[in-house]
C-alpha cells in the first residue's frame, strides 16, 4: 500500500497528468522525464526523509518496468522485475482507464483489462489471475 501511494509523486517533474498510455504524445523532453519518474519519487522521498525498506523502494523505482526488458527506468529484464512492481503497474493502469473522458463511453473492468494485457509487458500468471477475480466479481 505505501508503494502506491508514493510511485508517483515524481511525474509531478513533468508538468501535466500523463499516463503509460500517453507516452506517444509527449514531445522527447517530457517523454524522458517522465521515464525518470520513479527514480524522481525515490529521490523526492529522500529529500524529505522518509525513509522506505528496499522492498518498497524497488517496487516503487520498477512499477514501470516490463518483462520483456522495454520498461523504464532502467530497461531491467524479467527476472529483476518483482510481481509486485508488476501489480502496481496494473493497478496504476486501471485507475487511470478508469477516468471518465468526455465523450468516451465508461470502459468496463474486462475491457480495461483487455488493454492493459495488451500494452503492458506483465507476468501472465498475474494477468489470469486478475481476469479470474473480474470474472468472478
Given at each position: 500500500p505505501i508503494s502506491g501511494?508514493?510511485?508517483d509523486i515524481g511525474v509531478q517533474g513533468v508538468g501535466k497528468e500523463i499516463s503509460i498510455f500517453d507516452?506517444?504524445?509527449l514531445d522527447e523532453v517530457d517523454r524522458k522525464k517522465y521515464e525518470q519518474?520513479?527514480?524522481s519519487s525515490l529521490s523526492y522521498l529522500k529529500e524529505k526523509k522518509i525513509t522506505l525498506t528496499p522492498v518498497i523502494s524497488d517496487i516503487i523505482e520498477r512499477h514501470h518496468e516490463r518483462l520483456?526488458?522495454?520498461g523504464f527506468p532502467g530497461q531491467l529484464p524479467?527476472?529483476?522485475v518483482p510481481m509486485e512492481a508488476q501489480l502496481l503497474a496494473y493497478a496504476d493502469a486501471f485507475e487511470y482507464l478508469s477516468r471518465p473522458v468526455p465523450g468516451k463511453?465508461?470502459?468496463q473492468p474486462l475491457e480495461m483489462h483487455k488493454i492493459i494485457s495488451t500494452e503492458l509487458s506483465l507476468s501472465p500468471e498475474l494477468l489470469l489471475k486478475i481476469e479470474k477475480f473480474l470474472?468472478?466479481?
Amino acid at each position: 500500500p505505501i508503494s502506491g501511494l508514493f510511485h508517483d509523486i515524481g511525474v509531478q517533474g513533468v508538468g501535466k497528468e500523463i499516463s503509460i498510455f500517453d507516452l506517444k504524445t509527449l514531445d522527447e523532453v517530457d517523454r524522458k522525464k517522465y521515464e525518470q519518474h520513479p527514480r524522481s519519487s525515490l529521490s523526492y522521498l529522500k529529500e524529505k526523509k522518509i525513509t522506505l525498506t528496499p522492498v518498497i523502494s524497488d517496487i516503487i523505482e520498477r512499477h514501470h518496468e516490463r518483462l520483456d526488458g522495454k520498461g523504464f527506468p532502467g530497461q531491467l529484464p524479467a527476472h529483476k522485475v518483482p510481481m509486485e512492481a508488476q501489480l502496481l503497474a496494473y493497478a496504476d493502469a486501471f485507475e487511470y482507464l478508469s477516468r471518465p473522458v468526455p465523450g468516451k463511453a465508461k470502459l468496463q473492468p474486462l475491457e480495461m483489462h483487455k488493454i492493459i494485457s495488451t500494452e503492458l509487458s506483465l507476468s501472465p500468471e498475474l494477468l489470469l489471475k486478475i481476469e479470474k477475480f473480474l470474472k468472478d466479481s
